[in-house]
């Protein structure tokens, strides 16, 4: 057998080599600046370039935008749905009973956790596992034997096969970091094992063989009564900073350059012209030992001069007078326009990056597109996240009730439509939107319009049903207008209706004919206060005077 180390799938040796640099953009100041800021090589000495280190400014342009992606993403994260989950899933779904990691974590806490790996490597893999037992158990005794998750991250997974006729893996090699014990107990360290799972499909069974590094069974093999392997791969199509990873190298080293720069030139440099005869005469009258060094430097010829408690100097008959020069602030300038431009680019790539994420495996049902690429790559990461999630349940069902657990079909709902504005943006868009409502003529256009000004200003998303409620309002509408004072000012011209003013008001159905009863016995009230019809105008009932103008005529 060849050495375990050595059975790589091709897909892995090939990208092993650059995952490493790739999660690099993550990493905490100290340890990233130590490891990438370059040392200017017969410009500058070791203390020199140490406190250089030290002033540098950690510009995590990159890390800071995989962040920004992530919170993006589990900020919706509340509005997963789910159902039809089994009755063990059930009780730790929500992060009870220790929840579906036997550290207390929710299924969405859970699949956060997993998106930092799937986006720096396009790579990640669940392992769905439970607590051996033998024999059979009783409902009671499952909580003495939970079922749980754990995560396998790109470099962990080594080997793998899929079935060419299901798309179902066949054979998976794994490695695992186990915590080694000294003699009191104590971790002392860590060492490599390595899982090999093989899927007997004649019987039914997955066998288990775990190696240590000297190629030593040290257990099984072991024959696992489930039918599949229970290993969950998500994969995308690539990383999101395989292409923006060097910019934070850049923009990190331009940082330092900028704060060097600031450091060593905060005090202009002091010139002066020498006259070269001038020197030659006062070394003459310098009294020299036999090392040549000075003794008794003549002091009518020192060049500077005391005033006061203040210094002056000296300077020759014809000579320039000594002067400051300050360093030119177009290097820095320049400097600082280079690493705003390097920032630019890298979040630019950053996002078609993830505009250009497709899922490597996904059904056709879990497609669902936006308005937008980078909606649209947020979207591919959620499809990738809810497909896997459905074979996790799958998975765990499996443990549950053996070959008739993967049949169940769990619903489990993503986001399916992302706002990537910023609030400067949302609020202009709303504006212009807005504007283009009270100008079109069409009606299911201004329908289309207000539809998408109440999306764009749930950023977030509302509750399905809450959304759905208000678009079929929308829908139900006889027209949309926004301003209500243009509302007023056409029912005052008689151009629409009692009702449909008060329809368009939002107010409820019918109180416009209740509203026209109770303003006509209002108007009576009013009149038979004061006088006759013919005044009904001036007396403040319009709606009762033939004569519209009356009120107007007393006022003259």
């Known amino acids: 057998m060849p050495d375990i180390q050595q059975l790589q799938h091709p897909d892995y040796s090939a990208a092993n080599s650059v995952w490493r640099t790739y999660r690099e953009v993550m990493w905490a100041a100290d340890k990233y600046i130590t490891e990438h800021l370059v040392k200017l090589s017969g410009v500058e000495d070791t203390s020199d370039y140490n406190l250089r280190a030290e002033l540098t400014e950690y510009n995590a342009i990159v890390k800071r935008g995989v962040t920004r ?9 509340p509005e997963i749905e789910r159902a039809n989950l089994t009755a063990m ?16 974590s929710s299924l969405s806490a859970f699949m956060i956790n997993l998106l930092e790996d799937l986006l720096i490597t396009s790579r990640v893999a669940v392992f769905v596992d439970r607590a051996k037992f033998n024999g059979t158990i009783t409902r009671a005794e499952e909580s003495n034997f939970p079922i749980y998750l754990y995560k396998y991250t790109a470099e962990s997974i080594w080997n793998w096969a899929y079935d060419d006729v299901d798309n179902t893996l066949t054979a998976v090699l794994l490695m695992d970091a186990v915590d080694t014990i000294d003699d009191k107990g104590l971790t002392s360290g860590s060492e490599n094992q390595w899982r090999l799972l093989r899927r007997d499909r004649e019987n039914g069974v997955v066998v288990e063989t775990i190696y240590n590094d000297n190629q030593q069974i040290i257990d099984g093999p072991n024959v696992l009564d489930i039918p599949e392997i229970p290993l969950v791969i998500i994969d995308l199509n690539h990383s999101i900073v395989e292409d923006v990873y060097l910019h934070q190298r850049q923009a990190v080293n331009l940082a330092s350059l900028e704060m060097q720069f600031c450091v060593n030139h905060t005090i202009s440099l002091y010139v002066e012209q020498s006259d070269m005869a001038a020197e030659w005469a006062l070394s003459a009258s310098m009294k020299v030992n036999a090392d040549g060094e000075v003794i008794e430097p003549d002091s009518s010829h020192e060049e500077e001069v005391r005033v006061g408690n203040v210094k002056g100097r000296r300077y020759g008959v014809g000579m320039e007078r000594p002067s400051f020069i300050s360093p ?131 950023r977030n998303g509302l509750n399905k049903d809450i959304e759905e409620k208000i678009i079929s309002e929308i829908d139900s509408l006889p027209a949309v207008v926004l301003d209500s004072s243009k509302i007023i000012e056409d029912h005052k011209a008689g151009l629409v209706s009692d009702k449909l003013a008060s329809t368009l008001r939002g107010y409820p159905e019918n109180e416009s004919e209740q509203a026209a009863k109770d303003h006509a016995e209002r108007a009576v009230r009013i009149l038979s206060a004061q006088m006759g019809v013919a005044d009904a105008g001036a007396r403040g009932v319009p709606e009762l005077d033939p004569d519209q103008q009356s009120a107007e005529r007393e006022k003259e």
């Not at 992606?69 to 994260?77: D, H, K, P, T, Y």
């Not at 177009?330 to 993830?354: S, Y």
């Open 89 to 104: 899933l059930v009780d730790v779904e929500d992060g009870a009973n220790g929840g579906v990691d036997l550290k207390s």
């Open 69 to 77: 992606l992530i919170n993006a993403l589990s900020v919706r994260f």
């Open 328 to 458: 030119d602030p177009d290097i820095l300038r320049a400097v600082m326009e280079k690493r705003k431009r390097i920032e630019e680019d890298a979040q630019k790539l950053l996002q078609q990056a993830v505009a250009s994420l497709t899922v490597t495996r996904s059904s056709a049902e879990s497609k669902r597109m936006d308005d937008t690429d980078f909606s649209t790559g947020l979207v591919s990461i959620c499809n990738a996240l809810e497909e896997a999630e459905k074979e996790i349940i799958r998975m765990w069902a499996m443990y549950e009730q053996g070959a008739e657990g993967l049949k169940i079909d769990p619903v489990v709902k993503y986001p399916g439509r992302f706002d990537v504005h910023d609030d400067s943006q949302r609020k202009d868009e709303l504006a212009l939107t807005s504007a283009m409502i009270d100008t079109t003529p069409s009606a299911e256009w201004r329908k289309i319009l207000l539809t998408r000004m109440v999306r764009l200003y749930h």
